[in-house]
């Protein structure tokens, strides 16, 4: 789930970002300002009038809104109007329809994507497909999250230390999921990806595709693979990249695989810089160095580089600090930015906290069943997770998993059966902190004959214009529907 840490949690509506669970929602909070409208013209349903969107630093993109049911088993019901963005291909003679990119987080905006992001996208797919893409229900321009700002600041750390934290967190959750539908309204109780599915299938209607031209980055996957799952016969091509494997079965099973693909970045990070003679922390002990960093943030005596005289809290150097360059596979950036607190003077010890989750997760927990029994079990996980990765403490898929205790799940686990879909493209870095290289394979296998994997030897999370190798690759069979061949792997391209 791609977890992102706490600057990227606290962005709002349309400037939502991802988690390495893939997971976190972003939100509209009473007393805090939403994000620009998008001037469109109203839709009708079924159909898609575009007109300029409003941002004239990024001219060129369309915009315009489709409506659809809020749930889709009552078609017939209260509606909604979904956030749509297009770029139109750069060569109409050499077009071959639109490809309808589906956004990460879950709480990205793909209207935000395809209106200051194309350069996402290889300069190939831009020529050849009309970008489209939606901010999903719940998020930015469709019907965005809404919960009261004070009740979010008062989340309770989710470092539980005993029974009564446990059962304080739920009563926490249930105030907060009442307060966020009641402001919301009934879009909160029907966020999962499976009614996405659906709106995904609407949208394809709306732009007059017989078939989907799809490409799902991290969370984005679950939507592609359910909606292969769904509607098998109605894909054209499917790029699944930085995969989330929606099989894991157990609260125990997803945390230990999150933690594990996050500390083989740390150590990829470490033998990197053990090699590296430029890096800045080579021949000193990583590991010492960030051990220590860690304890002087536990006690908060680590200043915050991006706000010089606040404390940075050790699940934000984790989360934030760490994870950020994990994404990008920065690792000079990293041992440079580590290197630099280091070297800092230490703050008067003072009280640290870890920064409110927005309702965290609405679509997360609807879409994932990982229940917690107890404060026993519980203690259980966090310490899971410290063996599994034990230079990564506090990290954000924990966070998460409190954040959804007692959660309803509309959409829980299961495995794939894509039975009659074309094959689809499953792409992942080999070190992904997010999504771990075996979630990749897991999916694909489920895929079976319809599951072709593309490895790329390298590192960070998103590796489909990773050095000329992949964008061929992704580039051919989007275009002209040439499979690369089972097994293809690509070398990885020095950062």
Known sequence: ??????????????????????????????????????????????????????????????????????????????????????????????????MVFGPGGPGDSGVERVVRGISRFSPEVRRRFDIVSF????????????????????????EL????????????????????????????????????????????????????TFHGSSYGTLLGAQYAETYPRRVRAMVLESVMDHSVPTTRDFL???????????????????????????????????????????????????KPGTALSSSDLVNTVAFRKFY?????????????????????????????????????CSDWHLPVRDYREYASLVALMNRTAPDLPHLLPLHVAAACLGAPTANPQHRLDAHGAPPILVSNALHDPAT??????????QLGRSGVLLTYEGHGHGSVTSGPCMRDAVDGYLTDLAVPPRGTSCPAVPS
């Open 256 to 306: 230990r695989s999150e933690a594990a693909t996050a500390q083989d970045s740390f150590r990829e990070f470490v033998k990197w810089c053990d090699g590296a003679p430029g890096c800045a922390l080579h021949g000193r002990g990583v590991r010492a160095v960030w051990q220590g960093l860690l304890a002087r943030a536990g006690r908060g005596e680590l200043e915050d580089p991006a």
């Open 1 to 98: 789930m791609p977890l992102r840490g706490r600057s990227a949690l606290r962005r709002v509506a349309a400037r939502g970002t991802t988690m390495a669970v893939g997971a976190v929602m972003a939100v509209t909070t009473t007393g805090l300002a939403a994000a620009p409208a998008v001037h469109a013209l109203s839709s009708a349903t079924g159909t898609l009038r575009w007109s300029p969107c409003d941002d004239p630093e990024k001219p060129g993109a369309e915009c315009a809104t489709l409506s659809v049911p809020v749930d889709w088993a009552h078609p017939d019901g209260p509606r909604l109007d979904l956030a749509v963005a297009r770029r139109q291909a750069t060569d109409p003679g050499a077009r071959v329809g639109s």
């Open 436 to 445: 771990g290289y075996p979630w990749a394979v897991s999916v694909a296998r």
């Open 135 to 158: 901010d999903p229900r719940g998020v930015g321009g469709s019907n965005p999250v809404t919960c009261s700002g004070d009740l979010l600041a008062k989340r309770p750390s989710p």
């Open 161 to 212: 230390r005993s029974q009564a934290d446990f059962d304080a967190t739920l009563a926490y959750n249930r105030r907060l999921r009442a307060d966020c539908g009641d402001r919301t309204g009934p879009v909160f109780d029907h966020l999962d990806t499976a009614q996405t599915v659906r709106d995904v299938d609407a949208l394809r209607a709306a732009l007059g595709e017989r078939k989907l």
């Open 328 to 364: 990008q596979a920065d690792y000079a950036g990293l041992a440079t930015a580590i290197a630099g607190m280091d070297a800092s003077k230490p703050l008067p010890a003072s009280p640290t906290s870890t920064a409110p989750l927005p309702p965290a997760t609405p679509v997360f």
